[in-house]
């Protein structure tokens, strides 16, 4: 069942959305996350521009992810649960640079993350 069809939509972070300023700016509270990765996957840092995202988190460099060709690659985050309307929140935040896509964590669960549009 994908994330989209789920009761529980998963919203994967590896970067500032695990920040609790953020996570406040965001959706209004405090997400409570399990530790989990995504296998097949890399970081890298990526220059923000955007003065409000830059304002809410911070920070100049954000890492994004981008699929790497290296089996053992694998880039640890959080996973969260969040309604769909926090998962709005979460598509406004995020700049033009980022794309929001479906992955299989290493868990098992599907989830949704942001990686390089």
Do not use: C
């Amino acid at each position: 069942m994908s994330a989209s069809q789920s009761s529980e939509i998963h919203l994967f972070s590896y970067g500032t959305l695990q920040l609790e300023a953020v996570q406040f700016a965001t959706f209004g509270r405090r997400l409570d996350g399990q530790d989990d990765a995504m296998p097949g996957w890399r970081s890298q840092m990526l220059e923000i521009t955007d003065p409000e995202v830059l304002a809410t988190s911070g920070e100049r460099f954000h890492p994004v992810v981008v699929p790497s060709d290296k089996a053992d690659d694998e880039v640890a985050g959080k996973v969260f649960v969040v309604t769909p309307e926090e998962l709005n929140h979460a598509d406004a935040y995020e700049v033009s640079d980022y794309k929001r896509v479906e992955v299989a964590l290493k868990s098992g669960l599907r989830a949704w993350v942001y990686v390089q549009a």
